[in-house]
């Protein structure tokens, strides 16, 4: 597949990732835990640079964590080369049986278990808004985790480290972006959040066909023959 159009999807799973019903309401609560700051302290003046430091350490430790898992998914897909076609079918298969669960037309009970890993107490500074990040990447699986799995599957077909390794990172700034730009202006989330509550529903049905369609695509292995058609039209990769 065309490396633009793959890393435009990685982008896309970690942006509907941001706004899944699921991760998308604790954002502020998140930006609190972080910072240490109140609620009514982050929507006050004055803590705008403190918030900036804070979240950025935070993507970075969720990015980093996705990223190793996204070259091991690389890894391990190199070294099963031999088998790629049947690891194909089998991970088109599972992402499309994510797409049908997050749209809710399937129930998948061990998604369903939240299990996460957080501090008790926030560790102390920068070093523990990273460390905090790090452990929301290993912890909200049951959140993430259908949209993240479609990535890392994808990053295992590809079978070069390099590749894992940028669809990975596309995909941690499809999910850090938004949430740094709502640490810059938390009233204005605050306010866009209850616009599009009524929504939410939409938004799983929307991140199940993104699935689907996915799912096919590996399934088929279609992405060559759509990664032809756009070049043709001239979308796609540009030197």
Not at 144 to 156: D, H, N, R, S
Not at 160 to 188: C, D, E, H, R
Request: with cysteine; charged share 10%; hydrophobic share 50%.
């Amino acid at each position: 597949m065309d490396q633009n159009i793959s890393l435009f999807i990685a982008f896309a799973a970690g942006f509907l990732s941001f706004i899944a019903p699921c991760a998308l309401p604790l954002v502020p609560s998140y930006l609190s835990y972080i910072t240490g700051l109140t609620f009514k302290d982050l929507t006050g003046k004055g803590v705008r640079i403190l918030t900036i430091k804070h979240s950025l350490l935070f993507i970075a430790g969720f990015s980093t964590v996705f990223i190793l898992l996204g070259a091991t998914a690389s890894s391990l897909g190199n070294m099963l080369r031999d088998y790629q076609t049947i690891l194909r079918w089998i991970g088109g298969i599972i992402i499309i049986f994510f797409g049908f669960y997050i749209m809710g037309l399937l129930k998948l009970n061990f998604l369903s278990r939240s299990k996460k890993f957080e501090f008790e107490k926030k560790p102390p500074g920068l070093l523990g808004s990273f460390l905090v990040g790090s452990s929301f990447a290993i912890g909200w699986t049951a959140c993430v985790g259908p949209i993240l799995g479609t990535i890392l599957f994808y990053a295992g077909s590809t079978g070069t480290v390099s590749q894992g390794v940028k669809l990975l990172a596309a995909y941690s700034l499809g999910l850090g972006i938004p949430f740094f730009l709502t640490s810059l202006a938390v009233n204005s989330f605050l306010s866009a959040f209850k616009r599009i509550r009524k929504y939410m529903h939409l938004i799983e049905i929307i991140s199940g066909v993104f699935l689907l369609i996915v799912g096919v695509l590996i399934l088929t292995n279609y992405f060559v023959i759509l990664s032809s058609y756009l070049q043709s039209i001239g979308i796609g990769y540009m030197k």
